[in-house]
């Protein structure tokens, strides 16, 4: 008997994080939603590339997200919703 294998993409449910103000910091963003424990953890994570930033690897812990923002990370997708 031959079993066929399925490929099954899951899309992951969008979370908003309401932030007061013009933007938030990509790590401390991560730390506020409790993605990371800490913000040396973000910082960490950023760096070596696994934090995706409107659909693109960003690399900068200090890259200033605004309203319509999104940050995925682990199957978890933010979009960013700013006070302006």
């Known amino acids: 008997m031959k079993v066929k294998k399925l490929a099954v993409k899951v899309k992951a449910k969008e979370e908003t994080a309401e932030v ?3 933007f938030i910091r990509l790590d401390a963003l ?3 939603m ?4 800490t ?3 973000a910082k960490a ?3 070596d590339g696994q934090v ?9 812990r200090g890259k200033k997200l605004r309203s319509g ?8 997708v933010i979009c960013v919703k ?3």
């Open 52 to 60: 995706l930033v409107n659909g693109e690897v960003c690399t900068m």
């Open 34 to 37: 409790a993605m990371t424990a």
């Open 45 to 47: 994570l950023i760096q």
């Open 30 to 32: 991560m730390k506020l």
């Open 82 to 84: 700013t006070e302006e």
């Open 69 to 76: 923002d999104k940050v995925e990370f682990q199957g978890r």
């Open 39 to 41: 913000g040396g953890e």
């Open 20 to 22: 007061t103000g013009e």
